[in-house]
C-alpha cells in the first residue's frame, strides 16, 4: 500500500526536499539524507506505507531490522565512525523509517542525542553521489 502524500511512497520531488534514493533492500529503501552534518547519515524506509512496527508481521519485522543492520554495517564500513544513532520516527509522515546517524568523537554532539535536520551541512551533487556509491560499495561486500 502506498500514499500519495508519502515522500518515501512515491519519491521523486517528495523525497528530494530531503533525501536521495540509494538502493533497494530486502523490504525497504536505502535513502541518503541530504542534511549530512553528520557525514554517512542514512534513511532505511519500509516498502509500504505503514506507521507503526507493530502493523506489520513478525517475519517482515525481522526482515526490515535486518536491513537496518545491513546498512548500519555498511556505514561502518564505508565512513568508520566511532557510534551510530537509531532514530525509529513516522508520526508526520506516518511512514516506518529508520534514521541512522553516525556519531564522531571529533564531532558536534557526541555524547548526545542527534538533532533530527540542524539545516547545517549540505553537500555538492558529486558529493552526495560519492557518498551513495561508497555506502552501496560496502553494501556489496556485506
Known amino acids: 500500500m502506498k500514499d500519495n502524500n ?3 511512497c512515491m ?4 523525497l528530494d526536499a530531503f533525501g536521495i534514493f540509494v538502493c533497494e533492500l530486502s523490504v525497504s529503501s536505502l535513502i541518503l539524507f541530504k542534511e ?9 524506509a519500509y516498502k509500504d506505507h505503514v506507521s507503526e512496527i507493530v502493523n506489520i508481521s513478525e517475519e517482515e519485522r525481522n526482515a526490515f531490522m535486518a ?7 555498511a556505514i561502518h564500513k564505508a565512513f568508520s565512525p566511532d557510534k551510530l544513532n537509531y532514530g525509529m520516527y513516522g508520526d508526520t509522515g506516518c511512514h516506518l523509517h529508520m534514521h541512522i546517524v553516525p556519531k564522531y568523537k571529533d564531532g558536534d554532539e557526541w555524547g548526545g542525542t542527534f538533532q533530527m535536520n540542524p539545516q547545517k551541512t549540505f553537500l555538492t551533487e558529486a ?4 557518498l551513495a556509491e561508497k555506502v552501496k560499495e560496502s553494501l556489496e561486500t556485506i
Not at 519519491?11 to 517528495?14: I, P
Not at 549530512?36 to 532505511?44: A, E, L, N, P
Not at 558529493?127 to 560519492?130: A, C, D, N, V
Open 6 to 8: 508519502c515522500a518515501y
Open 11 to 14: 519519491r521523486g520531488e517528495l
Open 127 to 130: 558529493e552526495y553521489k560519492e
Open 67 to 73: 536491513d537496518v543492520t545491513r546498512a548500519a554495517k
Open 36 to 44: 549530512q552534518s553528520k557525514r554517512g547519515r542514512f534513511i532505511v
